[in-house]
T-cell receptor, first 113, second 112 residues
Framework: DGGITQSPKYLFRKEGQNVTLSCEQNLNHDAMYWYRQDPGQGLRLIYY???????QKGDIAEGYSVSREKKESFPLTVTSAQKNPTAFYLCASKSSRNTGELFFGEGSRLTVL | SQQGEEDPQALSIQEGENATMNCSYKTSINNLQWYRQNSGRGLVHLIL?????REKHSGRLRVTLDTSKKSSSLLITASRAADTASYFCATENGGSQGNLIFGKGTKLSVKP
């Protein structure tokens, strides 16, 4: 079945550690996105990539990094510079650059201890 | 940057009743989309309405768009307990490179 797979589902991290969240899609979509969701809040855009080997910062990119070496993969690294990393992280993809619906993964919940 | 704002923040109804959620936005849009999120899960796309459309239907869902008031509504008819979820509107603006801006959502609870 085509879709987006995020892993891990739950992740615990100590302060000062970097962690990488995986996002893989087999939908042959060009564009991929990372969002952060805090309780009772909407989604805020962290980074997005519209084509392989290219990505742009979203509204809250500070403390995060990404790579897009393959069309299918868009991993997100939460670095120690992110001051409040505990959140629910959602990866999404889209089939065309300018219009259309987003397809989401099931999310990764990161908790900093 | 927050574009859409849903109203109400929370809604509790009985099974069989209709549920109406509203979304207001600030700038001109190419389209407006509604998504559903079950607790702890990813979002699922429900419906997309373009800026030149005024109403759209999909099953028990009815979406309206009023670009003069910069607002949209989502109506779920004959609600079921399985409709319990959070509902988000998202807008795509002309200058946003196709990126969507999400509101904070309406949390719908349908009691059996």
């Amino acid at each position: 079945d085509g879709g987006i797979t995020q892993s891990p589902k739950y992740l615990f991290r100590k302060e000062g550690q970097n962690v990488t969240l995986s996002c893989e899609q087999n939908l042959n979509h060009d564009a991929m996105y990372w969002y952060r969701q805090d309780p009772g809040q909407g989604l805020r855009l962290i980074y997005y990539s519209q084509i392989v080997n290219d990505f742009q910062k979203g509204d809250i990119a500070e403390g995060y990094s990404v790579s897009r070496e393959k069309k299918e993969s868009f991993p997100l690294t939460v670095t120690s510079a992110q001051k409040n990393p505990t959140a629910f992280y959602l990866c999404a993809s889209k089939s065309s650059r300018n219009t259309g619906e987003l397809f989401f993964g099931e999310g990764s919940r990161l908790t900093v201890l | 940057s927050q574009q859409g704002e849903e109203d109400p923040q929370a809604l509790s109804i009985q099974e069989g009743e209709n549920a109406t959620m509203n979304c207001s936005y600030k700038t001109s849009i190419n389209n407006l989309q509604w998504y559903r999120q079950n607790s702890g899960r990813g979002l699922v796309h429900l419906i997309l309405i373009r800026s030149n459309e005024r109403e759209k239907h999909s099953g028990r869902l009815r979406v309206t768009l009023d670009t003069s008031k910069k607002s949209s509504s989502l109506l779920i008819t004959a609600s079921r307990a399985a409709d319990t979820a959070s509902y988000f509107c998202a807008t795509e603006n002309g200058g946003s490179q196709g990126n969507l801006i999400f509101g904070k959502g309406t949390k719908l609870s349908v009691k059996p």
